[in-house]
């Protein structure tokens, strides 16, 4: 090893470094920003060596090549730079969604592309291990960005025996490649089953379960990532695929546990109800409140918990909630935030939101944390959640048994903020609309949260 393969390894190792380190600070809110910024340096070193190995060894890289990369490093970088600049964080989800796409895909093109020579069969099973997983990825990822940007229906879509059918023609072109690793047509009949198959796997999931389903194919990119690596034999795209693969696997557990819903069954079946299943839903009247009264409640309360969810993502309204909290601290209240796992379209969204606008990290509870809480506070405000308030989770024979909840209607009053009596994702009205306990406060959360600010500042002092 000469001295310019030795400064590459290191600095591979540095990158890979950056990685775990960035990963671990990512672990807390309070480090999560610089854990981010650490990983991005870290994939900045192993680009930048990567260009640098090219110059030095420019004889296999031609001038048409060259362009490619320049055009490929100029596009990337700057849909990046437009994406985190531009993107809301209510489409953070799709834009997670799109990048599983992209890691996948190019993950299965180096595996496609290192096919084009002689290959030992360890790296013939491991590069076509990584198609099949990169492809399959790529394709569901961008199905559940459709979902979730409302490009395609959110309901489960089921089509009898095309699942089986792909699942056939994967694992067939699969085998053949794994055998046949310079053969075309194999190439292609497992590219195109893998195609099928990611399609197939994520159209009968509905939007209920996506949060999870985005951490599985976000598993799926790391796994496809370090076989990548594997297959080329470079130690950072292991590592860093490695890293990714285990924690999504980590994280898909997790949401799959905080909605009481087993992996096999999100992926086997759609969120939904099933035949003979009782419908739950708001069974009695309504009450209604205006501003002014919902402000009374809270201008003297001693301990109010805040219940964020997707309605105030798609408000942008964490800054109002945030004054409005602030406030009512200043009058001596206790206020919290109630955080549910799937709260949102993706893990941690309520916190990422309630952390721009800079809400003290102590306040953001965790479910197991506040739910007993809720028992001891006079007024509980509901931001548009839905589905992880429902009581009628807690009895079977509807399309959220089982899935915990927050204990909202534990409260002494109950403020909802929605602009409508829709349902969530799991297509069922919420029983705590008609709980004689609560009050809906029918307004964008927004100018919901603005106007009960206003009105303490006025009425209450």
């Known amino acids: 090893m000469n001295g310019i393969e030795l400064a590459t390894h290191l600095v591979y190792l540095a990158a890979a470094t950056c990685f775990v380190w960035g990963l671990h600070r990512m672990n807390s809110p309070a480090t999560a920003r610089s854990g981010n910024l650490l990983s991005a340096v870290g994939m900045g070193l192993a680009v930048l060596v990567t260009a640098a190995q090219l110059v030095v060894d420019h004889s296999h890289v031609t001038a048409v090549g060259w362009a490619v990369l320049l055009a490929g490093l100029a596009g990337g970088a700057g849909f990046g730079l437009i994406a985190a600049r531009t993107v809301r964080m209510t489409a953070m989800p799709q834009l ?262 800079d809400v003290p990290y102590p306040q953001l509870k965790e479910m197991d944390e506040v739910n007993p809480e809720f028992a001891q506070a006079d007024v509980a405000l509901v931001v548009g959640a839905n589905d992880v308030t429902n009581p009628a989770a807690r009895r079977p024979g509807n399309p959220v048994s089982g899935m915990p909840v927050l204990d909202v209607d534990h409260a002494r009053s109950v403020i909802m903020i929605k602009r409508s009596m829709g349902h969530g994702y799991a297509g069922i009205d919420n029983e705590l609309y008609s709980n004689p306990k609560t009050a809906m406060f029918f307004a964008d959360a927004k100018a919901g949260l603005i106007a009960l600010t206003s009105a303490v500042k006025t009425l209450v002092g």
């Open 96 to 357: 997670v969604s799109l990048f599983n796409a992209v890691g996948g895909g190019a993950a299965a093109l180096l595996a496609v592309h290192d096919f084009q020579r002689p290959v030992s069969v360890t790296t013939a099973v491991t590069g076509t291990i990584d198609i099949l997983i990169g492809t399959i990825t790529f394709a569901g990822s961008l199905v559940a960005a459709g979902k979730l940007q409302g490009l395609l229906p959110t309901r489960a879509i089921t089509v009898p025996g095309v699942r089986a059918l792909s699942a056939v023609v994967l694992l067939g072109g699969g085998g053949w490649l794994a055998v046949s690793p310079a053969s075309a047509p194999a190439m292609l009949t497992a590219v195109v089953g893998a195609l099928a198959f990611g399609i197939a796997m994520v159209l009968p999931i509905g939007g209920a379960d996506m949060p999870v389903v985005i951490s599985l194919l976000n598993a799926f990119t790391g796994t496809a990532v370090a076989l990548a690596g594997f297959a080329l034999d470079q130690t950072a795209l292991i590592v860093a695929g490695a890293l990714v693969g285990a924690s999504g696997s980590i994280l898909t557990k997790l949401m799959a546990d905080a909605m009481d819903r087993s992996l096999p069954g999100i992926v086997l079946g759609g969120f939904g109800a099933q035949p003979g299943q009782a419908p739950a839903g708001a069974s009695g009247p309504v009450r209604t409140i205006t501003a002014d009264d919902a402000t009374i409640q809270l201008g003297y309360a001693h301990k109010v918990i805040i219940v964020p969810g997707f309605g105030l993502a798609a408000a942008q309204a964490q800054h109002a909630v945030a004054e409005l909290a602030a406030l009512l601290e200043r009058r001596g209240a206790d206020v919290s935030y109630a955080i549910h796992p799937v709260a949102g379209h993706m893990p941690g969204h309520m916190n990422v939101l309630l952390a721009e606008a």
